[in-house]
Each structure stands twice: as structure tokens, then as C-alpha cells.
T-cell receptor, first 114, second 114 residues
Framework: GESVGLHLPTLSVQEGDNSIINCAYS??????FIWYKQESGKGPQFIID?????DKRQGQRVTVLLNKTVKHLSLQIAATQPGDSAVYFC?????????????FGKGTLLTVNP | GAGVSQSPSNKVTEKGKDVELRCDPI?????LYWYRQSLGQGLEFLIY????????KSGLPSDRFSAERTGGSVSTLTIQRTQQEDSAVYLC????????????FGPGTRLLVL
């Protein structure tokens, strides 16, 4: 999950396993959430988003779960592949505030072992 | 189509020098964002442009930082009298109309201030 420290949380999985990356957010007014993937030397890449009127959304091999009660967001990756190795960021937005500002977590480093 | 491009990809400068970083957003995108990413950290919002509206500069860390967006397209982030703590990756993103549209990121400019 996310950390306030300088060292990224890390998750190491075997190829073919499912991965779960967690994110705790602090603003109870946040109503829009995004997961980004950032490979080494590249900019963040959009993976999937979810709005607060939903608790689950599925994409291709990815599922995002939102638990507003405990302010928790997770990203599930099915059948993890070496190409999934990257840093994953969650981001949140409070549309009642400045509706264009995303607040990013510090990221989780996912390493997929062949 | 072409994504967000940034130049230079890497910049090494001496403390006290000025630097200019360039962002070419996706054609037709009216919203443009600048972020800073320090080593092992999440993304820090710097500035936001939306169409012809006045930019939101609330994230700029000091008056040494400024940004322009000419003709509603290309943007330049300028850092004057650079300091070592300015060393980071500077990321640009664009979106169509605003936050509720996905932000697409460029590859970033890696700035090192010696």
C-alpha cells in the first residue's frame, strides 16, 4: 500500500499470479479515482478510473475496487505478466473543490518474476 | 495519433542557471498540466491551463517558477536561478476539456541541477 516514507512500497509476484495493489486516501470528499502505471523512464499511463457512485469497475485484466467507508482503493491485476512491472500510482480528486487537481499517492513498485 | 511530447528529455545545468522545459500537448486538448516528480515520490501539481482562462498557479513552489502557454497549445515551464532541490522529473499532461477527461502524460524532462 501507499506510504508516507521516502521508500516505495514494493510488491513482488510470480508471473501468472494475481496482484493486488492497495491505496489509502485521506479526503473523504474525493469522488473520482484513477490508477496510473509508470514504467521506468516514462510518464504515467492511465489504467482505469472509478467514480464514487461505484464500488467496482473492471477493465482488461484489471479491476479497481473502492471502499469509501474505510477510504481504500485497490487495483487487482489478473495473470500478472513481466510487462506489468512498473510503479503504480493511485490519484484522487474532489470535484467539489478544484475539479482539475489530482492528488497522487507515492506509488507502489510491482516486480513480476518470470 | 501523437501523444504528449516534452523536450529536452534530459537537462543538466549548474546551480543559478535558468532552464526552459517545453511541452507539446495532444492536438485539440484544451487542458494542460505541469507536475513535478521527485525521486521515489508521487506527482506534485504545479500549474494548470484551461483554454483561455487564467492559469491556476497555486502549485508553483516559488516565484522562480513560471509557465506560459502560447496560442492554447505549446507550454513552457521556466525555472530561474535553479537550485539543487529543483532536480526532479517534470511531467506535462493534457486532457480534453478538464479533469473529468483522462490526463495523458508526456515522458517527462529529467532535470539535474549540479
Amino acid at each position: 500500500g501507499e506510504s508516507v516514507g521516502l521508500h516505495l512500497p514494493t510488491l513482488s509476484v510470480q508471473e501468472g499470479d494475481n496482484s493486488i495493489i492497495n491505496c489509502a486516501y485521506s479526503n473523504s470528499a474525493s469522488d473520482y479515482f484513477i490508477w496510473y502505471k509508470q514504467e521506468s523512464g516514462k510518464g504515467p499511463q492511465f489504467i482505469i478510473d472509478i467514480r464514487s457512485n461505484m464500488d467496482k469497475r473492471q477493465g482488461q485484466r484489471v479491476t479497481v475496487l473502492l471502499n469509501k467507508t474505510v477510504k481504500h482503493l485497490s487495483l487487482q491485476i489478473a495473470a500478472t505478466q513481466p510487462g506489468d512491472s512498473a510503479v503504480y500510482f493511485c490519484a484522487e480528486n474532489d470535484s467539489g473543490g478544484s475539479n482539475y487537481k489530482l492528488t497522487f499517492g507515492k506509488g507502489t513498485l510491482l516486480t513480476v518474476n518470470p | 495519433g501523437a501523444g504528449v511530447s516534452q523536450s529536452p528529455s534530459n537537462k543538466v545545468t549548474e546551480k543559478g542557471k535558468d532552464v526552459e522545459l517545453r511541452c507539446d500537448p495532444i492536438s485539440g486538448h484544451t487542458a494542460l498540466y505541469w507536475y513535478r516528480q521527485s525521486l521515489g515520490q508521487g506527482l506534485e501539481f504545479l500549474i494548470y491551463f484551461q483554454g483561455n482562462s487564467a492559469p491556476d498557479k497555486s502549485g508553483l513552489p516559488s516565484d522562480r517558477f513560471s509557465a506560459e502557454r502560447t496560442g492554447g497549445s505549446v507550454s513552457t515551464l521556466t525555472i530561474q536561478r535553479t537550485q539543487q532541490e529543483d532536480s526532479a522529473v517534470y511531467l506535462c499532461a493534457s486532457s480534453d476539456r478538464g479533469l473529468k477527461e483522462t490526463q495523458y502524460f508526456g515522458p517527462g524532462t529529467r532535470l539535474l541541477v549540479l
